[in-house]
Structures are given as structure tokens and as C-alpha cells.
């Protein structure tokens, strides 16, 4: 198993951080994985997207013009990573902000309403564990106990407190996916 997958929307969305903790989870489970973040000069607000690839094979590079999925969270992203999937993949998108919804139709299109539903759970900061989740429903990359080990690994021992809502997101985000 191989996915090579690109997350992309603006600064603040947790799309940096979605990546890590996916790469993180695939660590903890012993496969090989790659990270790699672009984002434009500004940290909030700019454009931000992360390659992450995730494989039970030795990677030979992290570079890539194809993708197997795409996670988009907002237009520009769609405009940009939807001709990029690959036949067959996967592309993902929060509906939030989205004007012209994908049009391909030799991939797999999911939505994800992860705006409505953190607002719902009045918390906007797990927006991007619901899109993790829904990634994770259609395509298990990892397991939910990797993603647990990787939460324990990268938040700071003082927010473990949130882990369980952060799980609670995950599990949401799977119930809310939507095939277009």
C-alpha cells in the first residue's frame, strides 16, 4: 500500500498540522512516510498545502505532480490540486467556501461540511481532526490507534486533556463524508 496525497487550504485551517499528524500515525505503525509543507509568507491567512505519503515500501521521493487523494478546503486549493489526481483517486473537499464544486468525473468525490460540524460541536479548532476522519473513512491509511499515539507525540503534554474530543472528531468526521 502507497498513498501519495496532497492537503491544501489557507494558513490557520490546521492543514500543516492535519499532515504531521498523519505522517506521524503512519510512524507509529511502522510504515514509511513522508511530510514535506509549502506555504506561502504568511502563516495565517496564506495559502498552505502539505505532501504526505504513506507506504508499507521504502519511498523514492517525496517530490510529486500526481496525486492518489486530494483534501481541499478551499477554492483556490479545488482550482489548483483537482486536475492533479490521479485516474482512480480520491478528491476531498469541505464545502465551505467552495464556489465551483469539482467537475471530474474519473475520480471518487467526497464532500465533508468540517466547517459546520466544528461549529456545531463549538470548536474550531477540530475542523481539520473531521476532515482527518473523513480521509480516513474512505481511505484508512492508518489506524484510529496510530492516530492516538501520534496526538500523544505531537501535542504538548498540557493539551492531552483534548485527545479524546480531537478522537471524538475523527470518529465524526467519518460519519459525515458525503460521495458526490
Not at 500515525?25 to 509549502?38: C, I, Y
Not at 498552505?48 to 505519503?53: E, K, L, P
Not at 484508512?140 to 504538548?156: D, M
Amino acid at each position: 500500500m502507497k498513498k501519495e496525497i496532497i492537503i491544501s487550504g489557507f494558513g490557520g485551517q490546521g492543514v500543516l498540522s492535519m499532515g504531521k499528524i498523519l505522517a506521524y500515525s503512519g510512524l507509529m505503525e511502522g510504515k514509511e512516510v513522508t511530510w514535506m509543507p509549502a506555504y506561502g509568507p504568511e502563516q495565517r491567512g496564506g495559502t498552505a498545502n502539505v505532501t504526505v505519503i504513506v507506504s508499507d515500501e521504502r519511498i523514492s521521493s517525496p517530490i510529486l505532480s500526481r496525486y492518489d487523494i486530494a483534501i481541499v478546503l478551499n477554492q483556490p486549493s479545488l482550482d489548483k490540486f483537482e486536475p492533479k489526481v490521479k485516474p482512480g483517486g480520491i478528491l476531498i473537499y469541505d464545502s465551505y467556501g467552495i464556489i465551483n464544486p469539482p467537475k471530474r468525473d474519473d475520480i471518487e468525490v467526497y464532500s465533508i461540511r468540517a466547517m459546520d460540524k466544528a461549529a456545531e460541536m463549538k470548536n474550531s479548532k477540530i475542523f481539520n481532526m473531521i476532515v482527518l476522519g473523513g480521509l480516513l473513512h474512505v481511505c484508512p491509511v492508518v489506524t484510529s490507534e496510530g492516530l492516538e499515539k501520534a496526538l500523544r507525540k505531537t501535542l504538548p503534554e498540557r493539551h492531552h486533556d483534548l485527545i479524546p474530543l480531537n478522537m471524538e472528531a475523527i470518529r465524526t468526521g467519518g460519519e459525515i463524508m458525503e460521495k458526490q
